[in-house]
């Protein structure tokens, strides 16, 4: 089982490594410092977004981010309302690439 980091932490330390890539992020809703989760929207700027969480893979016990859902922008942002009347702890980060890089990967 994956040691889990502080959500404040993770945030800080990804919007430390997107302004290295001078990549433009934003957070638009601050969640929970310690266990919060995070949702993670990359504006492509021409209407278009993709959404990313971080979820639980069973068979390897450890959670990878997983872009969840691709589309028009208006429907991300409703995904993300829906979302955050559930789960008041949750942060959302939103970052702005043409070319939908978010480096998640390299996380």
């Known amino acids: 089982m994956e040691a889990r980091l502080a959500s404040g932490i993770w945030v800080a330390a990804y919007f430390t490594r997107l302004r290295q890539a001078n990549i433009p992020a934003y957070v638009l809703h601050r969640g929970d410092d310690t266990a919060g989760a995070i949702a993670v929207k990359s504006a492509r700027l021409d209407g278009t ?28 942002d409703a995904r993300i309302a829906r979302d955050r009347a559930q789960d008041r702890d949750l942060w959302v980060i939103e970052i702005e690439s043409r070319d939908g890089a978010t480096l998640l990967d390299e996380m």
């Open 49 to 76: 977004a993709q959404l990313w969480l971080r979820e639980w893979d069973f068979e390897t016990d450890t959670r990878s981010w997983r872009p969840v859902l691709d589309g028009a922008e208006r429907d991300i």
